[in-house]
């Protein structure tokens, strides 16, 4: 038994001791999360009873490889921008390419960025790459904060030093930091920005970003939430409903927004005039696509690469081609693409190159030959990537059940936050059946850095 578990045992004997075990002490935590906006449609998104432990020695390795990997992300993106050859190989749409062509006026492609990765003892596999919008970072902090002094975590943290991991504060620090480049960059005089957070509102349930809003008024920056269809640019100045914007957060995907607008929307004029600082910029759709691992895993590409970008990407990020026909690498070996990816379903997953939209997922294991080939055939009608699949990170978490404890096995997905290539934060994400998978069970859990036990 590792110390980690060793460490996640003894929580649960807690849990399991009294004065715990008449569960008094969750309903207070209950109420608490629903008194700071931790609830989505009435639901909890915490419905566990203990935080995701991450030893010390496995933060520092998330670190360092989300750092080298969001390196080698932005290296990559600026070479593809410089490359029809390798713009195409993204599959883009022509609109997106149009987009993404347009300066920000701040050098990183990426603003913030999030990660979605597996953790299983000393290994640490990437699952994926999120560079339109964080999600979860505001609630996790928010549970952070509830967790670390209710009862149960009080008494752990008589054996154990625990960390917490926030990322409100270096979010704006880092929107902050991006608008002055914006503004040195057009040649203007920097001011105190009115934020914008740009996302298409739902009616009936309430956003994270109400959380980063108030903090950022709290912080004496004016700020709004607004969606597009409310914007209009006159004069040289973008507004919402009277509301002047100089930064924008954006958290509508290219996809999403060319659906329903055209390039003539406010928004892309004012953005293309340099009238309004857009973040996370319309370049950084390229490293959201799934494709980007293509290009990653492509050692040809990548042979010039700093050296510890290249041992992040060998190590840590999935094996990953576009689904066409034709001849590519298999590490060393080439291979028939096709042909490989029929033989070998059962560590081959099928994901659409964009989440956005409603093209589904094919996981090889799920399938038999016969159904595996016609998930074939669809991919290969659509954009779509193959990568070789990691074992999930599956452990016990306690959940209250009709007011009784009960440890279910859940699957754990870590997802650190990076400001600037800087990884600042860190959630997880749990559910019975993978990720983004939906069921009562499933939710966000706080993250804290457990170090060695107290003597």
């Given amino acids: 038994m590792t110390q980690l578990d060793e460490a996640i045992a003894r929580y649960h004997r807690i849990l399991e001791s009294e004065p715990y075990r008449d ?3 969750v309903k207070t935590l209950q109420e ?3 008194a700071q906006q931790l609830s989505a449609g009435g639901r909890l998104l915490c419905p566990f009873l203990r935080p995701n432990f991450v030893t010390q020695k496995q933060y520092d390795t998330l670190v360092k490889t989300g750092e080298a990997l969001i390196s080698a992300v932005d290296r990559m993106l600026h070479l593809a921008l410089g490359s029809p050859h390798l713009l195409n190989r993204m599959q883009l749409f022509p609109a997106e390419k149009m987009l993404a062509a347009i300066d920000p006026g701040y050098e990183m492609s990426e603003v913030s960025a999030q990660l979605d990765l597996q953790i299983q003892n000393g290994s640490l596999h990437i699952l994926q790459y999120n560079a339109d919008a964080i999600s979860g970072a505001a609630y996790a902090e928010g549970l952070s904060d509830l967790f670390f002094d209710c009862p149960p975590v009080k008494e752990f943290r008589r054996r154990y030093n625990l960390t917490r991991v926030g990322g409100k504060t270096p979010f704006l620090e880092a929107l902050l930091k991006a608008y002055g480049m914006f503004k040195s960059t057009a040649g203007k005089k920097t001011n105190k920005p009115n934020i914008a957070i740009l996302e298409f509102r739902n009616p009936t349930g309430r956003s994270e970003y109400e959380i980063f809003r108030d903090f950022f008024r709290a912080e004496g920056y004016p700020t709004e939430l607004v969606s597009p269809e409310n914007l209009e640019y006159r004069n ?6 009277g509301f002047d914007i100089d930064l924008i957060y954006r958290r509508v995907s290219a996809r999403e927004f060319l659906v329903r607008f055209t390039l003539d929307h406010p928004l892309v004029q004012a953005y293309r005039d340099k009238n309004v600082c857009i973040v996370n910029s ?3 759709e390229l490293s959201h696509k799934k494709a980007m691992f293509a290009l990653l895993t492509d050692e040809a590409l990548v ?8 041992k992040a990407i060998r190590e840590h990020v999935p094996w990953t081609r576009v689904v066409k026909a034709g001849k590519t690498t298999y590490h060393e070996d080439a291979v028939d693409l096709l042909e490989h990816i029929k033989e070998n379903r059962e560590k081959l997953v099928l994901r659409p190159n964009d989440e956005y939209g409603d093209l589904q997922t094919f996981v090889g294991s799920e399938h038999d030959a016969p159904s595996w080939e016609r998930a074939l055939r669809e991919a290969q009608r659509s954009p779509y990537v193959v990568q070789e699949i990691a074992k ?3 452990t016990l978490f306690p959940m209250m059940t009709y007011g009784h404890l009960e440890f279910k096995e859940m699957q754990v997905d870590v997802q650190p936050q990076a400001f600037l290539g800087k990884v600042a934060g860190c959630s997880s994400y749990l559910s019975a059946s993978g990720m983004g998978s939906y069921s009562p069970a499933s939710g966000i859990a706080p993250t ?3 170090n060695d036990a107290k003597s």
Avoid at 303 to 310: C, D, N, Q, V, W
């Fill in 23 to 25: 569960m008094r002490w």
């Fill in 32 to 34: 608490q999360m629903e």
């Fill in 236 to 241: 040289g100045v973008l507004r919402s409903n």
């Fill in 282 to 284: 319309f370049r950084s």
């Fill in 303 to 310: 042979a010039k690469f700093p050296l510890a970008e290249r």
């Fill in 392 to 394: 999930a990170a599956r």
């Fill in 448 to 450: 804290f850095i457990i």
